[in-house]
């Protein structure tokens, strides 16, 4: 079965360190991954997303996430947390297939504190 | 239109009447899914169109529940005989169908059944 998990439901972090939220993902063949985030009350954005080559990819507000595929992992992650980053986070991959779904995982909610 | 849009934004419906929720995805984009959001939490997959057919529609939770697309374009969720366990934020997406393209959401509609 194919699926995407993120083992934490909440990371809580001091502005100013950096912050990692983590995402492991099992599909067949190789997947697209994706990040999005949703602030309070609004609908998901999209983040960035891994499609081949550079192992480091960056994408909006500072946030980067690292694939690797021997761990099976995309974690986000940013060298520095605003306390505007608290928000609820989603992995999400979508398997090579043409025809296919979006897989999300639960949500990881991450807070900053000032 | 320049994003996805939902409507309505809100919904109150009394428990046995039929809701009908609409998404007019982003022109062009010929992917277009079904989300379920409980309470902030995670995104439950309801049903997945390409074009006009739904190849997945494996996560509609009962046979109230039925969506349609025509014209490869405006897509329309019908839930019938409501329950409160049918109150939520039901978030519509739409992307390329080429799969490393990310998906672009709607601001969801958020139902609840009294």
Known sequence: AQSVAQPEDQ???AEGNPLTVKCTYSVSGNPYLFWYVQYPNRGLQFLLKYITGDNLVKGSYGFEAE?????TSFHLKKPSALVSD???YFCAVRPYSSASKIIFGSG?????RP | GAGVSQSPSNKVTEKGKDVELRCDPISGHTALYWYRQSLGQGLEFL????????PDKSGLPSDRFSAERTGGSV????????QQED???YLCASSLEVPNTEAFFGQGTRLTVV
């Open chain 1, 11 to 13: 990371v809580n972090v």
């Open chain 1, 67 to 71: 694939f690797n595929k021997s761990q």
């Open chain 1, 86 to 88: 608290s928000a609820l």
């Open chain 1, 108 to 112: 990881t909610r991450l807070s900053i």
């Open chain 2, 47 to 54: 049903i997945y169109f390409q074009g006009n057919s739904a």
């Open chain 2, 75 to 82: 897509s329309t969720l019908t839930i019938q005989r409501t």
């Open chain 2, 87 to 89: 109150s939520a934020v």
